[in-house]
């Protein structure tokens, strides 16, 4: 059975792991919300005491963070960093929207310990998390974009490989911009027609 540990459970992260239990993987689950896990627990999922006990021996770790630093903290400068007890042959997929920089040194560091990383972060909002409807935008190798299939299908519809690492993060970006800019026009039209009288 693939084993796969699930790092930061808020309201996207949440429903991705239940959806990965409901899908038939273990799910090792951590978070530092106690309510987080007790959720998690009763969708299916396997409650670990530490991110480093979540990790050890996983096939794949899954982290949804809230910004670079603690994607960083997590693998590579914290107390405990992951990387040190990641096997070999698992591979990371980090779904935290964060800077591409980041992405890309995070995914050398885990290169010189020989454990693939790839970022793949998501658009779909908690509808599309809970639904399983999620979009993947993926940056990472050909052989890391397919190892990681059975576990981003089980959560997502649409899976896009945007290129090498840190892809993934600049198209994100790309996309939000792109949404934030529809979203002003959205309120200029709005806006001139209240004024005109509609």
Not at 5 to 15: E, H, K, T, V
Not at 28 to 37: E, N
Not at 120 to 137: D, K, R, W
Not at 156 to 178: D, E, R, T
């Amino acid at each position: 059975m693939t084993t796969v540990a699930f790092i930061g459970l808020g309201n996207m992260g949440g429903p991705m792991a239940a959806n990965l239990a409901k899908a038939g993987f273990t799910v090792r689950a951590f978070d530092l919300s106690a309510q987080a896990l007790e959720t998690a627990q009763s969708q299916g999922c396997d409650v670990a005491a530490t991110a480093t006990e979540a990790a050890t021996d996983a096939d794949f770790i899954i982290s949804m963070l809230p910004a670079g630093k603690h994607v960083r903290g997590l693998y590579v400068d914290g107390d405990a960093p992951l990387f040190d007890v990641i096997k070999s042959s698992a591979l990371v997929i980090d779904c935290s929207t964060i800077d591409a920089d980041t992405a890309r040194q995070v995914a050398a560091a885990g290169a010189e310990k020989g454990i693939g990383f790839m970022d793949a972060p998501v658009s779909g909002g908690v509808g599309g998390a809970q639904a399983g409807t999620l979009t993947f935008i993926v940056g990472g190798s050909e052989e890391q974009f397919a190892q990681a299939q059975p576990v981003l299908q089980a959560m997502g519809k649409n899976i896009f490989h945007a290129g090498n690492h840190g892809a993934g993060q600049v198209a994100k970006v790309c996309n939000n911009m792109l949404l934030s800019i529809l979203m002003a026009g959205t309120c200029e039209a709005i806006n001139m027609g209240v004024k005109n009288g509609l």
